[in-house]
């Protein structure tokens, strides 16, 4: 799990550095991510 989870972290980090919060869950567009 945890070579799943460091390269998630860092993309996951580096996607949030690029893009507000609001654009990474975006509850108008995708609902079913945001349930």
């Known amino acids: 799990m945890v070579a799943m989870y460091q390269p998630y972290a860092t993309y996951a980090t580096y996607t949030r550095r690029q893009i507000p919060l609001g654009v ?7 609902p079913s991510l945001a349930s």
Not at 24 to 30: G, I, K, S, V, Y
Request: no cysteine; glycine share 0%.
């Open 24 to 30: 990474l869950e975006p509850a108008d567009d995708r």
